[in-house]
């Protein structure tokens, strides 16, 4: 099994940029593909970001030619750099991972989530 743990939230000014990063650990064989969700409240969770154990990324069109995902696979560590953040941006941002337990079996997993608001 594995776990995710996002860190790097915060508040920010519009314009400003904030890098969040996910570690996971556990009892982790690979990691397949990594990503970042975002949710705000009466909304469904929405994709941000993915990319694959590779390095091919996919973004939602909200945050392209702005935001950057990046991962170590050695660390078993996903980024999201965002630049020029708007306040739309604010949010729950959570990471995901699609990881193969060292005993067997391939599962989804979610981290707690990590609050980012852009407020002036």
């Known amino acids: 099994q594995g776990q995710l743990v996002e860190f790097g939230g915060g508040l920010v000014q519009p314009g400003g940029s904030l890098r969040l990063s996910c570690a996971a650990s556990?009892?982790?064989?690979?990691?397949?593909?990594m990503g970042w969700y975002r949710q705000v409240p009466g909304k469904e969770r929405e994709l941000v970001a993915t990319?694959?154990?590779?390095?091919?990324?996919n973004y939602a069109n909200s945050g392209k030619a702005r935001f950057t995902i990046s991962r170590d696979n050695v660390q078993n560590m996903v980024y999201l750099q965002m630049n020029n953040l708007k306040p739309e941006d604010t949010a729950v941002y959570y990471c995901k991972a699609s990881i193969w337990a060292a005993g067997g079996g391939l599962r989804d997993h979610w981290g707690q989530g990590t609050q980012v608001t852009v407020s002036s």
């Open positions: 990319i694959t154990s590779g390095g091919v990324t």
């Open positions: 556990g009892n982790i064989f690979r990691i397949n593909t």
